[in-house]
Structures are given as structure tokens and as C-alpha cells.
């Protein structure tokens, strides 16, 4: 498929290691599509779940101990210890590809090796990043197809350029103790071995749209970020975007697909999803940051998605989804999860593949079970999904999950203060989480788990980014989490955090004042237009409480901020304990 010379080195290189019996190019047709689906159904890989009710879906299990990504297991291997940071995993990459290269060896015997080309962003699109995943598995295969554009375009576009992405996957032996996800940035390479789960094998995800590309933006002076974008469209028709970095648990997903309430949608306003979970940011010829989602798909978490949390990301995997962890309902080949409705299936399968309902007392669906569907599939894809040039933005909004500390929205003071708020992002963990409850876990950016380089060098990044964008985007910190004393969460959030972002959007737009705090600007409460919640039991007094700022809270948490900023080191940047220091003196 290609001759490219750089790329069919590595390729013998890669076979020489791992020996598989036959090689096969994936070439992003659907007739070789659906032969690799057939041969996934015959061996037991996937399930073809009922064509009438879900189009174009298969069901898919991991291995038991293989559902979820392991950050202790995520390596960053630079050869200066100090480039990878104190926050991520490192190991001399010598050493590594030593002990990986064991690992490999002859992993592929008796198997076939799929090579899949594939761009993360639009084919030919200058935001755009070409990687090469060899894979072992049809499954992986089947998930790239969805999450990435995958094909001869992409060695096409390509060329005979040595810039591109080196993926390795093996499944192997599926072994724990040797199982490792490893980024050589300074190589542009991944490699990862002894798992089967899509959040360490779908290599164009987290490994090169995040750790690979952060460091790559970092050295070429553009941001990849954990983030989705948003478009919304005003009744004259104009469109706004907004990025949103969340830490996970935040509801990320249901921002990125919000339904306007009744009383906006009837004025004429709508919503657009440019992407759910990546942005890669780009300098404007206007000036301004402009914003591209690098991936084709979603890979979403199936439990807690219905038609009230996120409608239109159900309806997205309702045709030509992979969904991985679930129950399987026998009576009428279906799937389910808890939070999908209130009747469990009672003749099923969990997600192990074990007879089960729900009178068992326990989960059916992996509480990280996923869907990966297709963004062309979801009703409220935005007309820019595969614009070439990203979308203009206007606002940065950085969120986490406090009860009592963070107000409902407030805005940074400029720039560098926007950065101090993004690297002080957190979240109290919740019972869903393991471990004590209310403990504060700092996600700067929600990119602690996918930074791939120093987090000290990525903040700098972002400070000397602010000095290069001419109109640069305001930034915002909201928190739809705050609880009274009873625990219970005093906004109602899903498509009510459209009230929220259309006050974000006047700010930005200078259409509406705000009051000085210690911790930025906030709204005046009669500038958030609450009508309509009285019956969600919101009102004028309601919102004051969720705007107002405990000093005292802000104290405690400074400190806690402190001991993160020392974790991560020396390379801190100046600018930012000035902020910290503004901010103490403020608090005074």
C-alpha cells in the first residue's frame, strides 16, 4: 500500500520481532470491514448483536482482568528523567525497549499482523497527525475503523514523509505483571503489550492524541488538550465555541452532546458537538485560537448513559457501535447497563459472559463497560466536524467536582490567572471512587493521567502560549457540584449548564458586568436567567448561595495546592506561584 521507506523499515523491523504468520493493510473499506467482523463472530471475538433493533452492532468482552486503563502500568520514557516529570512513570528508554522487545518477541506466532494507517484529524487537514498502529487484534482493528480515518488516503497523504507516529500492540498473554502501555516521545513511538482493553490498545487515543501529541505541540507551539468542544448556536443564527476540560466523573460526555432547556430551544437556540474528550489547538491567521477534535468516534462509558442523562449519546450507539463490557439481554439479542432504564433484562448474560439478573444483588455491565460509535451518527454533530480548519474559540472552561468550595461559575482575571485556575483544577472523590470520600485529587487540565512530558514544562507551555495568541480566549472555571448540607447537589445541571454558558458567552461578548472576588470575576445573580426552576427549587437566594465564595474553604485548599505544586518539582513555573502567592494575599 505504500513505499514509503521509513515506514516499511520499522514494518520488517516490527515483523522480525513479533513473527506473525500472515500480514494484512487495513485499507478503510467496508467490504474488508465486515470480512474482519465475520471472522470476529466466528471466533468467539465479538458478538453480532439483533440488526433490526441495533444496525451495525456487536458486543465484545475483555479478559477479566483487563477493563480499564493502568496508570501504574503508563510508562514516559525520555532520556532525562526530569523531561518525563515527577507526576508520570519513567524508565530509561533503553532499558524499556529491552524489556519490551522480550516481551514481543514471537508474540505474533500462529497470528495475523494488521497494519492500520491512520490520521488523527481530518485527511490533509494542516492540525492534522498521521499514525501507524500494528496490531494483533481484530477488535482493535474494528475500534480504530470507528475512532480515527483509517486507509489508503492517509499513506497517500503521508507520502514518502518520515513524520509519523510508530504504534506496536500485542496482546500476548493478556499477563498483568507484564503488562505495560509505554510513550517514547522523543520517537514518536508507543508500544503496548498484554492488554486487550480499548483504553491501552486503541493507540490514536489517550497515547498519541494526548501524551504523544502534548509533547509534540509543546516543541511546534500548539496545544493538545483533554477537552471537548461545544458549539452553540444563538436564534440569528450565529455559532460560538467553547472548550471544557473535566476531570472524569464530570460530566464531560453530557456537556459535549447538551440539549438546550425547553424555554431556550423554543427561543431558538441549539447545540453542537464538535468533539467529547480532545482538543488540538491552533494559532489563527485572525489571531485567535482555533480548535480541531483529532478523532472520528466516541469511546464512551456505557453505565449511567439514558434518554435523561444524555439522549444524544444513546442514540448514537443505536447503529454501527462496538460496545465492550455490557450485559447481553438473550431474549432479543440486545444490550443493557445499569442506569440505561429501570427494567433489567432477566434472562442475560453479564459482562463476563455468566448467566445473571438483576435479583443477584450485583452489577451486570462493568462499571467502565464502553460504547465506541461513530460522531457522524450522534443528532447533534456539528456542520464542522470535518472542517479542516477547527473552529474559532471563544472561551476555555475548566470544571472539577467540589461541594462546597468552587461557585457554580466564575472567571479568571486574564491569562496567566486562567492557567493558575486550570493548574489548580480538582475533584473530591465520590463513593463511586474507591477509597475515602471528599478527598481532593488535583487534574490540572484534566491532564495529569496524560501529559507527556514534565507537568511543570506544560504549564510553562501554556504561560508562554498566552504571550503568542493576539486575541486569545477567556477562561472560565465551573463547578456544577455544589451540595447542601444534606449532600444533595443545588444545581440541577445536565442542559440547565446551557444558562451557565450563555453567561460565559456575554462575558466574553462584553454584554454583561461581573463583581470582583477574591478568585476571579463573578456573575451578578439576576445575569443567569433561572426562570423556570422554581420547580427544580432554584431561585434568586438559591443561586447567591451557589455563587458565594468561603474564604476559609479557599484557605484550606491553597495549601493542599501547595503540596501538589511541590510534587511537581522545580520546573514550576514562576509566574504560577506569583499567582499563588496574588491569590493568598487576596484571600487576606
Known amino acids: ?8 523499515n520499522w514494518l520488517e523491523e516490527m515483523k522480525a520481532l513479533t513473527k506473525p504468520d500472515k500480514v494484512v493493510w487495513i485499507d478503510g473499506s467496508d467490504a474488508q470491514a465486515e470480512a474482519l467482523r465475520e471472522e470476529a463472530c466466528s471466533t468467539g471475538e465479538m458478538i453480532k448483536l439483533n440488526q433490526e433493533k441495533l444496525p451495525g452492532c456487536y458486543l465484545h468482552r475483555t479478559a477479566v482482568n483487563d477493563v480499564a486503563r493502568v496508570e501504574g502500568r503508563t510508562f514516559i520514557c525520555t532520556s532525562k ?31 495475523t499482523m494488521y497494519v492500520i494507517p491512520y490520521s488523527m484529524g481530518v485527511i490533509g487537514s494542516p492540525f492534522s497527525k498521521i499514525g501507524f498502529e500494528l496490531t494483533d487484534s481484530i477488535y482493535v482493528v474494528l475500534n480504530m475503523l470507528i475512532m480515527t480515518r483509517v486507509g489508503k488516503e492517509v499513506v497517500d497523504a503521508l507520502g514518502d514523509s518520515a513524520e509519523f507516529v510508530k504504534g506496536l500492540h500485542a ?17 514518536n513511538t508507543i508500544m503496548s503489550v498484554n492488554s486487550g482493553y480499548g483504553g491501552n490498545v486503541l493507540l490514536g ?26 458549539g452553540i448556536e444563538y436564534p440569528n443564527g450565529e455559532i460560538h465555541y467553547v472548550t471544557a476540560a473535566f476531570p472524569s466523573a464530570c460530566g464531560k460526555t453530557n456537556l459535549a452532546m447538551l440539549i438546550p432547556p425547553k424555554f431556550l430551544q423554543e427561543k431558538g437556540y441549539k447545540v453542537w458537538c464538535v468533539g467529547d474528550d480532545i482538543a488540538w489547538l491552533r494559532i489563527g491567521p485572525d489571531g485567535r485560537l482555533w480548535a480541531m477534535n483529532p478523532e472520528n468516534g466516541f469511546f464512551g462509558v456505557a453505565p449511567g448513559t439514558n434518554l435523561k442523562s444524555n439522549p444524544n449519546a444513546l442514540h448514537t450507539t443505536e447503529r454501527d457501535t462496538i460496545f465492550t463490557n455490557v450485559v447481553h439481554n438473550l431474549d432479543d439479542n440486545t444490550v443493557w447497563w445499569e442506569g440505561l432504564n429501570k427494567t433489567p433484562p432477566t434472562n442475560a448474560l453479564n459482562w463476563k459472559g455468566e448467566k445473571w439478573d438483576a435479583s443477584l444483588g450485583e452489577k451486570g455491565a462493568h462499571p467502565n463497560s ?9 443528532p447533534c454533530i456539528s456542520s464542522e466536524f470535518n472542517s479542516t480548519t477547527g473552529v474559532p ?7 472539577g467536582r467540589r461541594a462546597k468550595t468552587a461557585p457554580l461559575v466564575y472567571q479568571s482575571f486574564d491569562w496567566n490567572h486562567g492557567v493558575f485556575v486550570g493548574s489548580a483544577m480538582a475533584s473530591e472523590t465520590t463513593a463511586a471512587a474507591s477509597g475515602a470520600v471528599g478527598v481532593v485529587r488535583r487534574d490540572p487540565m484534566a491532564m495529569l493521567p496524560f501529559c507527556g512530558y514534565n507537568m511543570g514544562d506544560y504549564f510553562a507551555h501554556w504561560i508562554e502560549m498566552g504571550k503568542k495568541i493576539p486575541n486569545p480566549p477567556k477562561i472560565f472555571n465551573v463547578n456544577w457540584f455544589r451540595t447542601d448540607d444534606e449532600g444533595h447537589f443545588i444545581w440541577p445541571g445536565f442542559g440547565d449548564n446551557m444558562r451557565v454558558l450563555l453567561w460565559i458567552l456575554d462575558r466574553c461578548a462584553g454584554k454583561k458586568d461581573a463583581d470582583e472576588s477574591a478568585i476571579g470575576y463573578l456573575p451578578k445573580p439576576e445575569d443567569i436567567d433561572i426562570s423556570g426552576l422554581e420547580a427544580e427549587g432554584v431561585d434568586i437566594n438559591v443561586l447567591k448561595e451557589l455563587l458565594s465564595v468561603d474564604k476559609n474553604l479557599w484557605k484550606e485548599d491553597i495549601e493542599n495546592l501547595k503540596g501538589f505544586y511541590d510534587k511537581i518539582g522545580e520546573r514550576m513555573p514562576e509566574e ?10 487576596r484571600l487576606k
Open 1 to 8: 500500500m505504500t513505499t514509503n521507506k521509513a515506514v516499511l
Open 576 to 585: 504560577l506561584l506569583k499567582q499563588l502567592a496574588a491569590f493568598e494575599d
Open 370 to 378: 464502553r460504547f465506541t460509535a461513530r460522531a457522524v451518527n450522534c
Open 393 to 399: 474559540i471563544d472561551a476555555i472552561i475548566f470544571g
Open 171 to 187: 496482546k500476548k498473554d493478556l499477563d498483568e505483571e507484564n503488562r505495560y502501555i509505554v510513550q517514547f516521545p522523543e520517537d
Open 81 to 111: 528523567k526530569e523531561d518525563a516529570g515527577n507526576t508520570n512513570n519513567w524508565c530509561d528508554p533503553k532499558e524499556m525497549y529491552e524489556k519490551l522487545y522480550a516481551l514481543y518477541d514471537g508474540s505474533m506466532q500462529g497470528k
Open 205 to 230: 487515543k489517550k497515547c498519541f492524541a494526548l501524551r504523544i501529541a502534548s509533547f509534540l505541540a509543546h516543541n511546534e507551539g500548539w496545544l493538545a488538550e483533554h477537552m471537548l468542544i461545544l
